[in-house]
């Protein structure tokens, strides 16, 4: 605060106090009260928590690392106490209920806690209309995603709407895929060898460096054999 904005206050406060509104503290607590270094949140301060590069912004790694490296629950207590971490930012979460359902499974009596690590298998697929994409584990399916190309992707290559595919099978799946070991199939050949490709434009490395946020393998897969994925992009 500057000196003359310090000398204001101290006049301010000096009529209230003498006009009765407010009084001197005659209480001990706020003594071991630790002050914050701001009241409010600099715009400074939240940029520097922020890792920014030409291609976009993300949160700075070193700021999430406790909760990115945290441990599997192996009781309820340990499920409670991640389920009440993920609640305290429940507004920001869409549809939390239905992310959270298998961890509150697991509060229920007699529900073992086995982690396999089972492998996620996704198919992925797009057309002049749309994306489409099936997650699948141990032959089983588990859900179905399809979305209309927007008005920008229309313009897109066959090759980059492919990779778009990918990349919206990762995010709109990510709270079953990020961390886990993940094998994508795709009817574009050329993605197989994506992630050794030196030539790439600037949106193919932008899609590039989402689909490497995740343990995933991508391989080929014929069109004809792909078709419930072929069918949701049209």
């Not at 999430?64 to 930012?89: D, F, H």
């Not at 697929?125 to 992707?153: R, T």
């Not at 030539?199 to 490395?205: A, P």
Request: glycine share 4%; charged share 30%.
């Amino acid at each position: 605060m500057a000196p003359a904005e310090l000398r204001e206050l101290k006049s301010q406060l000096k009529e209230l106090l003498e006009k009765g509104f407010i009084r001197p503290n005659y209480t001990q607590f706020n003594r071991i009260t630790i002050k914050n270094r701001y009241i409010l949140p600099r715009i400074d301060d939240l940029f520097d928590k922020l890792k920014v590069s030409t291609e976009r912004v993300k949160v700075d790694p070193s700021k999430i690392q406790t909760v990115v490296e945290w441990r599997p629950s192996k009781s309820p207590t340990e499920v409670r106490s991640l389920l009440g971490l993920a609640g305290y930012n429940i507004r920001f979460l869409k549809g939390f209920s239905i992310i959270a359902s298998p961890w509150t499974k697991l509060l229920h009596k007699e529900v073992k806690f086995i982690w396999e690590g089972k492998e996620y298998v996704v198919y992925s697929d797009a057309s002049h209309n749309g994306l489409g994409c099936v997650l699948m584990q141990e032959g089983k399916f588990i859900s179905y995603a399809s979305q209309k190309l927007k008005p920008h992707e229309l313009n897109y290559p066959t090759h980059d709407l492919e990779i778009a595919a990918i990349v919206f099978a990762l995010k709109i799946w990510r709270h079953y895929l990020f961390g886990e070991k993940c094998h994508i199939f795709t009817d574009h050949k050329s993605l197989k060898y994506l992630g050794t490709q030196k030539e790439l434009n600037l949106r193919q490395r932008r899609l590039l460096e989402l689909i490497k946020d995740f343990d995933c393998t991508i391989d080929y897969h014929p069109g004809k054999a792909n078709v419930v994925a072929d069918v949701l992009s049209r």
